[in-house]
């Protein structure tokens, strides 16, 4: 849809999907939730519409299953939901993932510092010919995309941020290594407070710690 038509079925619909999805929101104590939701989604479908139309891509589907074979390695398949799956304008697929949040400086912070595995691992369902498919963010209370390196969506969220075939490289390796501890009979407890000299991280080359999504948790 134009970008008009998209925010005006948004706000058309909103209230009943909430009912149907997020039905916490209607609790006295979400009011501003609430209204953040109904003031911010339809303004991201507009700007998400005229980004799509302003790249020629076309939509695919949403939550859409995709899997790959022997994706991280023989025999070990990968599988997700995709938020978007879009057409580019030369026909290769390419993926955007929805985030909702106040800021959208963590998710900036984790395209910087290589750690958008989501994006890597969907690239990798997604490419061919040993190639991701390129990847964004849709941050909604923002309006905004945010490339997974330079790509078709655009400059990356920051100078030098890793493309996704490098994520992706990382995110195998670690997990490569991580099997073979396993095999070894080997389990490592990972914690900045354990880390130190004898850290399997920077002896043996694993080079992906993620953070916890939440430090109170």
């Known amino acids: ?3 008009e038509q ?3 079925r948004a706000r058309q619909r909103l209230p ?3 009912d149907e999805m997020a039905s916490p929101l209607r609790l006295p104590g979400a009011a501003a939730d609430y209204a953040r939701a109904l003031s ?3 303004v991201a479908m507009e700007a998400l519409a005229q980004g799509l139309a302003d790249l020629g891509a076309t939509v695919i589907g949403a939550e859409v299953e995709r899997d790959g074979a022997d994706a991280l390695a023989q025999g070990v398949t990968l599988n997700g939901r995709l938020d978007l799956l879009v057409g580019a304008r030369t026909g290769e697929p390419a993926v955007i993932d929805m985030k909702w949040s106040r800021t959208d400086r963590y998710r900036r912070e ?3 510092q290589g750690h958008a595995v989501q994006l890597a ?3 990798r369902i997604l490419g061919t010919d040993g190639a991701l498919a390129p990847g964004a963010y849709f941050m909604l ?3 905004r995309l945010l490339p997974a390196g330079d790509n078709l969506f655009g400059s990356s969220a920051g100078p030098g941020a890793p493309g996704l075939a490098e994520v992706w490289a990382n995110t195998q390796a670690s997990w490569q290594a991580r099997m073979t501890h396993l095999d070894q009979g080997r389990v490592a407890a990972l914690s900045e407070d354990l880390a130190g000299p004898g ?3 920077g002896n043996e080359g694993v080079p992906l710690q993620l953070s916890p999504p939440c430090r109170f948790c």
């Open 1 to 3: 849809p134009s970008p």
């Open 6 to 8: 998209a925010g005006q």
């Open 16 to 18: 009943a999907l909430v």
């Open 40 to 42: 911010r989604l339809p």
């Open 110 to 112: 984790e395209i910087q």
């Open 121 to 123: 691992v969907y690239g």
């Open 141 to 143: 209370s923002q309006a």
């Open 199 to 201: 850290d399997d991280a």
